[in-house]
């Protein structure tokens, strides 16, 4: 079990470096996203503008058996990640931005930490098993999670603040990880307080790891 101990040290580290911190209530700021007719409306947040919290440069994580066993390259450019949901579609890149996180192989895992690419306070974190990982040896899930500001798409049937009709929707349907990219669907579920009730949509996520 130790990989997944290492594994989940490594990505709570970027994430706590990205500012991960939130909260259920969305953003002041919001616009509506359209789904199809089988699924609910749900006000979706706007950015609120700010910029994400992050760690200084020279804060960068101990070094442990993730950092010198798999190869952290990936292709050319910088590190990128796509979530639609709905209609809207939420974008991330480690182009200026300190304390990301982009390994395409992980024991097995392809783990995607990046704060959005507006610059505002939020990003996105993808962790996706490579074929034949097995969960309980890595101790990890699939799982998308999407930060705007105070509010949360989350795409984990393991994430404690869902409850039990919550847990039965919010989930990765398929994954494809294929050298540095990662493809995807899954359904989000984030808390409205505008009308105070959970809303889910479906969606899609891709990410790739440059250089």
Not at 3 to 30: K, M, N, Q, T
Not at 47 to 70: C, F, I, K, L, V
Request: aromatic residues 4%; charged residues 20%; glycine residues 14%.
């Amino acid at each position: 079990m130790r990989r997944g101990f290492v594994i989940l040290a490594v990505i709570s580290l970027l994430v706590a470096a990205c500012g991960g911190g939130s909260s259920d209530e969305p953003a002041s700021s919001s616009s509506t996203a359209a789904n199809g007719s089988d699924q609910p409306t749900a006000t979706q947040p706007g950015d609120d503008g700010g910029g994400s919290d992050s760690a200084s440069e020279d804060q960068a994580p101990p070094a442990t058996e993730a950092d010198n066993g798999d190869d952290d390259s990936g292709g050319e450019g910088p590190s990128t990640a796509t979530v639609t949901i709905g209609d809207v579609t939420y974008e991330a890149t480690s182009d200026g931005g300190v304390g990301t996180l982009c390994r395409p192989d992980l024991f097995g895992i392809m783990a995607v930490v990046l704060p959005l690419a507006d610059g505002g306070d939020g990003g996105i974190e993808i962790i996706a098993l490579h074929e034949g990982t097995d969960p309980v040896e890595v101790e990890q899930n699939n799982r998308v999670t999407v930060k705007i500001g105070d509010f949360d798409w989350i795409a984990d049937p393991e994430d404690i603040r869902l409850g039990p009709d919550e847990i039965a929707l919010s989930q990765v349907e398929s994954v494809e990880v294929d050298g540095s990219t990662v493809t995807g669907t899954a359904t989000f579920v984030g808390r409205d307080l505008t009308i105070r009730e959970w809303v889910s949509m479906t969606g899609t996520f891709e990410a790739t790891c440059g250089e």
